[in-house]
T-cell receptor, first 111, second 115 residues
Framework: GDSVTQMEGPVTLSEEAFLTINCTYT??????LFWYVQYPGEGLQLLLKATKADDKGSNKGFEATYRKETTSFHLEKGSVQVSDSAVYFC??????????FGTGTRLKVLA | DVKVTQSSRYLVKRTGEKVFLECVQDMDHENMFWYRQDPGLGLRLIYF???????EKGDIPEGYSVSREKKERFSLILESASTNQTSMYLC??????????????FGSGTRLTVV
């Protein structure tokens, strides 16, 4: 069945380091892909999305490119801040009502 | 901005109690969802609803029921709370227009502890 696989965390980085969080998906069709972020004690917020191959989603300095050939949607940021510390979830949506989420990757940024 | 409001941030209930978790959204979204979030397990879908009075089981519906009498409100009911239902519960809503998918909007979550 359809699934989303994320790299295991936690990921610990120093401020201003480069961030990559890997995400791959399996799907029978052509899903839309999403990254959500969850700050401590909060619900999830939509961070960015891409709806077709080669689309690049971006928001708040984060980017992810929909790579159909590698079935990937890796999240990147050039220079992380302490305020980026959160749990990041990759998700896909492929025409049914529900979304399929990865298990989340915790990011901790040290000052 | 769409708002999804969950009635309680923290809740403590006793084993065997009937528990109601309420969720209200204010932007006329057709679809509403209840998830639970547990460490190491990510988000698991309990139930969802794509219209008033319509409901579908998700991946882990056992021990839960739902009610959607009005479009803006989606309630999760724990018929007889048990300690293994201690979790973070997240409500979400979504809509689709002209085949475009806009993503979920989540509430802030309810952390339920069953003692």
């Amino acid at each position: 069945g359809d699934s989303v696989t994320q790299m295991e965390g936690p990921v610990t980085l120093s401020e201003e380091a480069f961030l990559t969080i890997n995400c791959t998906y399996t799907a029978t069709g052509y899903p839309s892909l999403f990254w959500y972020v969850q700050y401590p004690g909060e619900g999830l917020q939509l961070l960015l999305k891409a709806t077709k191959a080669d689309d690049k989603g971006s928001n708040k300095g984060f980017e992810a490119t929909y790579r159909k050939e590698t079935t990937s949607f890796h999240l990147e940021k050039g220079s992380v801040q302490v305020s980026d510390s959160a749990v990041y979830f990759c998700a896909q949506h492929s025409g049914t009502y529900k979304y399929i989420f990865g298990t989340g990757t915790r990011l901790k940024v040290l000052a | 901005d769409v708002k999804v409001t969950q009635s309680s941030r923290y809740l403590v209930k006793r084993t065997g109690e009937k528990v109601f978790l309420e969720c209200v959204q204010d932007m006329d979204h057709e679809n509403m969802f209840w998830y639970r979030q547990d460490p190491g397990l990510g988000l698991r879908l309990i139930y969802f609803s794509y219209d008033v009075k319509m409901k579908e089981k998700g991946d882990i519906p056992e021990g839960y029921s739902v009610s959607r009498e009005k479009k803006e409100r989606f309630s999760l009911i724990l018929e007889s709370a048990s300690t293994n239902q201690t979790s973070m519960y997240l409500c979400a809503s979504s809509f689709i227009r002209r085949h475009l998918i806009y993503g979920y909007t989540f509430g802030s979550g309810t952390r339920l502890t069953v003692v």
